[in-house]
């Protein structure tokens, strides 16, 4: 009799380990150039087996794609302890690491996943799904900054400002996995700057906006990174001569 064979698992526990293997090429590779054959492989399974845990690739995709999801929202989350300009460098630098780990996978969530026949009758498409997810993962970073400047319930120009950087940041990771010619800790420390900046502009035009600004300036260190912007443009103004 055969010893020491392949352990069997568990119907949840097989489906999680081809939610981890999918993910993994999907990191590695646009998720459309990617076979179910390949999965099979990878996870040491029968392509039909895998169709037995999944109907189709779709699903599979769908499910690895939920998961990159609910990693993506976490790297948002920060103790509130500490100048708001620290938290938020620290924040990006998960985020580029996410999106340094899971290039193509990013680019697929960020863009909505490959195109999917629309569904009959009001049945939700395959796109939609995908953008609910995407959506979820925005609302939760909106969540999060909104609770590190202390609001409960934004202004519309305090939400404008918020939900403006977190696209900034989106189009800035793409924009960066495209041949990644800037530096990412510089993009990171920029994408820091531009919240700042974007909320200065706005506080010119809103009293809540203008109070979380100077909250925001007045616990930040002299080495911060938001003092380090005030800095910056400090020396770009020109001299009395």
């Known amino acids: 009799m055969k010893t020491g064979g392949r352990r069997r698992?568990?119907?949840?526990?097989r489906r999680e380990q081809?939610?981890?293997?999918?993910?993994?090429?999907?990191?590695?590779?646009?998720?459309?150039?990617?076979?179910?054959?390949?999965?099979?492989?990878a996870a040491g399974i029968s392509r039909p087996l895998v169709y037995h845990y999944f109907p189709g690739k779709q699903n599979l995709y769908?499910?690895?794609?939920?998961?990159?999801?609910?990693?993506?929202?976490?790297?948002?989350?920060?103790?509130?302890?500490?100048?708001?300009?620290?938290?938020?460098?620290?924040?990006?630098?998960?985020?580029?690491?996410?999106?340094?780990?899971?290039?193509?996978?990013?680019?697929?969530?960020?863009?909505?996943?490959?195109?999917?026949?629309?569904?009959?009758h009001g049945t939700p498409t395959a796109t939609s799904r995908t953008g609910d997810m995407i959506n979820g993962v925005r609302q939760a970073a909106y969540e999060q900054i909104l609770a590190h400047l202390g609001i409960a319930s934004a202004t519309p120009r305090m939400e404008l400002v918020v939900r403006s950087w977190i696209s900034l940041a989106e189009t800035t990771a793409l924009m960066w996995l495209d041949g990644r010619r800037i530096p990412r800790e510089e993009l990171e420390r920029?994408?820091?700057?531009?919240?700042v900046a974007l909320t200065a502009v706005s506080a010119a035009n809103d009293p809540e906006t203008a109070r979380a600004l100077a909250r925001m300036l007045r616990d930040e260190p002299a080495d911060g990174p938001f003092a380090d912007l005030v800095g910056r443009l400090i020396a770009l103004a020109p001299g009395d001569g």
Not at 9 to 13: A, K, L, T
Not at 18 to 41: H, N, Q, Y
């Open 62 to 120: 769908e499910a690895a794609l939920r998961r990159a999801a609910d990693e993506l929202a976490e790297r948002f989350v920060e103790p509130r302890e500490g100048p708001l300009g620290h938290r938020l460098l620290r924040v990006m630098k998960r985020f580029f690491d996410f999106v340094d780990e899971h290039g193509p996978g990013f680019s697929a969530l960020m863009r909505g996943g490959p195109g999917i026949p629309v569904g009959r």
């Open 190 to 195: 920029q994408l820091v700057h531009d919240f």
């Open 9 to 13: 698992m568990g119907v949840e526990e």
């Open 18 to 41: 081809l939610i981890g293997v999918a993910l993994d090429l999907f990191s590695r590779r646009s998720p459309e150039d990617v076979s179910i054959d390949e999965i099979a492989e």
